[in-house]
């Protein structure tokens, strides 16, 4: 039952970067916010002074805390009017979520969803595939169609809490219409981040998952941007980020955990149709090849995950959607089907032992589409 506006709400989801999570936590009011894991409570504070006034609650909360804890507990404090002196607040209400980190062994099942452009039920739909909530939910870009409202900005926040209750790991990425409309120039407030940026690692128990973001998909300059966008300057500070991280991994003996790299734009595909001549998605060939290499002859992945194309496939090889050559398996894993109000989004189960994967395209009503076997020796 939906809570009477007058009554406090609480919602929660548990975002992963690094090796910590970002409890975010929606409310219906203008609150106080905590988040209680064991005995140590976390607050989201300006150094020293709580938010209140935020679209969202973010608490940088230890991985392995969480994981033994197997539970949190959300406090929140409507606030009434703050006021330099005595704010006035209603008493604390509390809900306790429990949580169950992504599995040690056995398989693991991550469902994929990107570009469903404002398509909330059926991206909620497609998620729940496997009968119940996936081990981890990936949302990977234009999950909305622009971040021209808090509303639209908020839109993954709140089908991750559709499909998992709090209660899962999700990892939540910026796709590239993200970055449109008035709310874009403060996403990082309505989005897990790792200290403001949209790029992170992220570790679980036999995987990492690098989150690699492009910005924008076109030139800085494009028209369609209006003068709002620097996103070369983003990238350059990326691939510094990058070359950093994985000359770290190259110095790190490897410790044979599942590598994934994960992007709403597959950066390996330059976009040149010759029939067109349209060159606008044509850009950073130098940058985007450097990101390629790195990721071919350093980080190696065993597999690439990404969306933005408004297709569902499975590509090995270079060719069409990877014409920079990116050496293993790509996934293009999202799109929406706004005539049927349905998503297809992409099912994985992960077996870490054989070191092999089952690949579903599956829609809104879990028809399955295609099926691979997909192998992840290197
Ligand atoms: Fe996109």
Request: glycine fraction near 4%.
């Given at each position: 039952m939906k809570p009477k506006q007058s009554e406090p709400e609480i919602r929660a989801v548990v975002c992963a970067v690094r090796d910590a999570y970002e409890i975010c936590v929606l409310t219906n009011h203008e609150s106080l916010v905590s988040v209680r894991v064991g005995d140590e409570t976390y607050y989201y504070a300006d150094n020293g002074v709580r938010h209140s006034r935020c679209p969202l609650h973010k608490f940088r909360v230890p991985a392995e805390k969480l994981n033994a804890a197997g539970a949190y507990t959300v406090e929140t404090e409507w606030m009434i009017k703050r006021l330099p002196y005595r704010s006035l607040r209603r008493p604390p209400v509390s809900r306790t979520f429990r949580f169950t980190p992504v599995p040690d062994e056995g398989p693991l099942r991550i469902y994929h969803v990107s570009d469903s452009h404002g398509l909330k039920a059926a991206s909620v739909n497609a998620a729940g595939f496997f009968g119940e909530t996936p081990d981890l939910l990936i949302l990977n870009?234009?999950?909305?169609?622009?971040?021209?409202t808090p509303k639209a900005a908020i839109l993954p926040i709140e089908i991750a809490w559709g499909v998992t209750k709090g209660e899962r790991p999700c990892v939540i990425t910026r796709g590239n219409h993200d970055l449109r409309g008035k709310c874009a120039e403060n996403l990082s407030l309505y989005y897990p981040t790792d200290r403001g940026r949209f790029y992170y690692p992220v570790y679980f128990p036999g995987l990492e998952i690098l989150v690699l973001e492009c910005g924008e998909d076109k030139v800085d300059e494009c028209a369609e941007y209006g003068g709002t966008i620097c996103c070369h300057a983003y990238r350059k500070e990326e691939t510094a980020f990058l070359r950093e991280y994985c000359d770290q991994k190259q110095k790190e003996p490897d410790n044979g955990d599942i590598r994934v790299v994960l992007s709403?734009?597959?950066?390996?595909?330059?976009?040149?149709d010759p029939v067109r001549g349209v060159h606008e998605f044509d850009i950073e060939q130098e940058l985007y090849g450097e990101w390629v290499r790195l990721m071919n002859?350093?980080?190696?992945?065993r597999f690439g995950l990404f969306g933005h194309i408004h297709q569902v496939a499975l590509i090995e090889g270079t060719g069409k959607f990877n014409e920079k050559g990116f050496t293993r398996p790509l996934i293009l894993g999202g799109k929406p089907d706004h005539a049927h109000k349905s998503v297809v989004g992409t099912s994985l189960v992960i077996d870490r032992e054989k070191e092999e994967m089952t690949v579903r395209f599956t829609d809104s009503a879990h028809n399955v589409l295609e099926e691979h076997a997909v192998s992840l020796h290197l």
């Open positions: 870009g234009d999950i909305a169609s622009h971040t021209h709403h734009i597959p950066f390996m595909h330059t976009d040149y002859d350093v980080y190696r992945p």
